[in-house]
């Protein structure tokens, strides 16, 4: 079975501040993990992936994340927060098919 | 836009009542699937699709909902007798499914916005 824990359900950042989403999973199988992003009222839009390999992967939008397996977790960055980042962000985890969502964080950018 | 498709983006019924949505995948995609998403939480899985067969379904989706792929291309999910608790984002996701070992991205369209009543 997989699950994953998003801790923070709402994070405040002000405008050009380093932006940190956190995200540890569970995952009876080698995980793969995903960062997902939703403005209101949309779908989901894919910011980036880990399936093997690298373990740090670089997403669009300047948003990055590592796969730390020995912390079992896949944290979101940005350097540098821009206004128009201010959404919600879910992780997600899956063997290989259905994908197993978290309850997401809100990002709020301040001037 | 060769995006996926979900029809309608919004609806409203009184409970008790049944509704239908709809789902285009992108057209060479032969995985589709549905989730629920509920406010202040992620999206959960219903059921999904490998051509027109129905591959799993989970314990969320009673025997109200109803979920169907005839030729392989679009989706319906059917949900009878409505009830307040489904009032919910239903979301449609489509990926290509040619390995059972790689994973394939998935695409998701806007969703349906479902309002019970």
């Known amino acids: 079975a997989q699950s994953v824990t998003q801790l923070g359900s709402h994070v405040s950042v002000s405008e050009g501040a380093l932006v940190l989403l956190r995200c540890n999973y569970s995952s009876s199988v080698p995980p793969y993990l995903f960062w997902y992003v939703q403005y209101p009222n949309q779908g989901l839009q894919l910011l980036l992936k880990?399936?093997?390999?690298?373990?740090l992967v670089k997403g669009i939008n300047g948003f990055e994340a590592e796969f730390k397996k020995s912390e079992t977790s896949f944290h979101l960055t940005k350097p540098s927060a821009h206004m128009s980042d201010a959404a919600e962000y879910f992780c997600a985890v899956t063997p290989r098919g259905k994908l197993t969502f978290g309850t997401g964080t809100r990002l709020q950018v301040t001037l | 836009d060769t995006g996926v498709s979900q029809d309608p983006r919004h609806k409203i019924t009184k409970r008790g009542q049944n509704v239908t949505f709809r789902c285009d995948p992108i057209?060479?995609?032969?995985?589709l699937y549905w989730y629920r998403q509920t406010l202040g939480q992620g999206p959960e899985f219903l059921t999904y699709f490998q051509n027109e067969a129905q591959l799993e379904k989970s314990r969320l989706l009673s025997d109200r909902f109803s979920a169907e792929r005839p030729k392989g291309s679009f989706s319906t999910l059917e949900i009878q007798r409505t009830e307040q608790g489904d009032s919910a984002m239903y979301l449609c996701?489509?990926?290509?499914?040619?390995?059972?070992?790689?994973?394939?991205?998935?695409?998701f369209g806007p969703g349906t916005r479902l309002t019970v009543l």
């Open positions: 996701a489509s990926s290509r499914g040619d390995s059972l070992i790689r994973h394939n991205e998935q695409f």
């Open positions: 057209s060479e995609h032969n995985r």
């Open positions: 880990y399936t093997t390999g690298a373990t």
